[in-house]
Structures are given as structure tokens and as C-alpha cells.
């Protein structure tokens, strides 16, 4: 079955920068996108950005554009997501998802990232 | 960006009845390819989000048939024809239109009356 594994909880200091990794298992990796979403504790749903993991082409969001990066090791069929410049507000849980019928279907089960001084 | 607006963003129900989440987008949804890329979200407590809805009313498999998406433009509607309790939790509109600055709505939770 589908599975997308991420990696577990992170705690940085502001301005540091955090990688997450998103393992896929249960179909081929290359033939769906992924995307990344996050969630502020008892907030609503924000979508960063996506990437072709076969290409490796990526599309972000004009609010994480220069702080973000989405990468991918295809030989372990495993995304990641680099934010930068960690401020408070990016504390948050961060979802990886596979994108099926142009919209992310299956999704991890989320990472939390907490920035605190 | 597009801006999606849920209401009500908060919906008690009773067991058994039905459901109804609005959700209204600033702009048309419509893609110069033709498709409506506007979908639902279900999140249950302490749970990811899983997609029930895809392009306005495609049920996704395994989402029981008292699901059902409608709407066209910039207005749509998620029913639940009979509630259950495994339905309570946070139901989220997202367009994927306008990509790549795709938006969600704010969020309807759903509880038991």
C-alpha cells in the first residue's frame, strides 16, 4: 500500500535552517509528484510548494520562494524539503504528499518542526 | 492569491443528519484547460488530512458514497447526506487552479451535537 514515511520531530534556533525527508513506498516514486503543505498548531492547512521527483522540477509558493528548496534521491525513493532562515513562525507540522489527479493524495504522517530560542 | 472562504467554520450536527460546507473562491476556478481544479480535504483529530473530492465532485476511492462534491465557478459545496461520528473533525476546500499559488480554505470543523 502507499506509505509516505517522513522524519521525525526537529527543534531549531531561529535562523537556522531544517531538512525534512519524505520516504515513498508502495509504488513507483518517480511517476507522482510530491507536494509539501504545513500546519501552524491549530491553524489551517498552507501549501509550500511541489516537485516532479522523476525531473527533479520544482514550483513554490511566492511566500517560501528563496527560503525553500525540494530535492529528491530517487536510488531511495526519498524527498526533501529545506527551509531556511527559521523564524517563529515557521514552527509548524510539515506534510509531504503524493500528488494524484492533481491533488495531493496520500500524505505522511506530518513532521513538527518547532523554532524557539 | 485566490482566496477560499468556508462557511460555516464551524458546524454541529446530529447523528444522522445531513451536512452542508460552503466554500467560495475570489476567482473563477475554471482552468484554461477546461477542468475545475477545486478539491476536499478531511482532517481528522490527531490525523492527516485525506482527500475525499477531486475536480469539484470525483469521490476518491474508499470515501463513502454520503460524500458528494458539487459547484461550478467560484462557488462549491461539500454534502454529507447522513452524518456519522467518524465524520467529526476539519473538512478544508483547496483549489489547485491557479498554480503554483494554490490555497486552501480556513477550515470547517464538524462536531456531534
Known amino acids: 500500500q502507499v506509505q509516505l514515511v517522513q522524519s521525525g520531530a526537529e527543534v531549531k534556533k531561529p535562523g537556522a535552517s531544517v531538512k525534512v525527508s519524505c520516504k515513498a513506498s508502495g509504488y513507483t516514486f518517480t511517476s507522482y509528484d510530491i507536494n509539501w503543505v504545513r500546519q501552524a498548531t491549530g491553524q489551517g492547512l498552507e501549501w509550500m510548494g511541489w516537485?516532479?521527483?522523476?525531473?527533479?522540477?520544482?514550483g513554490y509558493a511566492q511566500k517560501f520562494q528563496g527560503r525553500v528548496t525540494m530535492t529528491r534521491n530517487t536510488s531511495i525513493s526519498t524527498a526533501y524539503m529545506e527551509l531556511s532562515s527559521l523564524r517563529s513562525e515557521d514552527t509548524a507540522v510539515y506534510y509531504c504528499?503524493?500528488?494524484?489527479?492533481?491533488?495531493?493524495?496520500?500524505w505522511g504522517q506530518g513532521t513538527l518542526v518547532t523554532v524557539s530560542s | 492569491d485566490v482566496v477560499m472562504t468556508q462557511s460555516p467554520l464551524s458546524l454541529p450536527v446530529t447523528l444522522g443528519q445531513p451536512a452542508s460546507i460552503s466554500c467560495r473562491s475570489s476567482?473563477?476556478?475554471?482552468?484554461?484547460?477546461?477542468?475545475?481544479?477545486l478539491n476536499w480535504f478531511q482532517q481528522r483529530p490527531g490525523q492527516s488530512p485525506r482527500r475525499l473530492i477531486y475536480k469539484v465532485s470525483n469521490r476518491d476511492s474508499g470515501v463513502p458514497d454520503r460524500f458528494s462534491g458539487s459547484g461550478s465557478g467560484t462557488d462549491f459545496t461539500l454534502k454529507i447526506s447522513r452524518v456519522e461520528a467518524e465524520d467529526v473533525g476539519v473538512y478544508y476546500c483547496m483549489q489547485g487552479t491557479h498554480w503554483p499559488q494554490i490555497t486552501f480554505g480556513q477550515g470547517t470543523r464538524l462536531e456531534i451535537k
Open positions: 476567482q473563477s476556478l475554471v482552468h484554461s484547460d477546461g477542468n475545475t481544479y
Open positions: 504528499a503524493r500528488e494524484r489527479l492533481d491533488a495531493p493524495d496520500y
Open positions: 516537485m516532479n521527483p522523476n525531473s527533479g522540477n520544482t
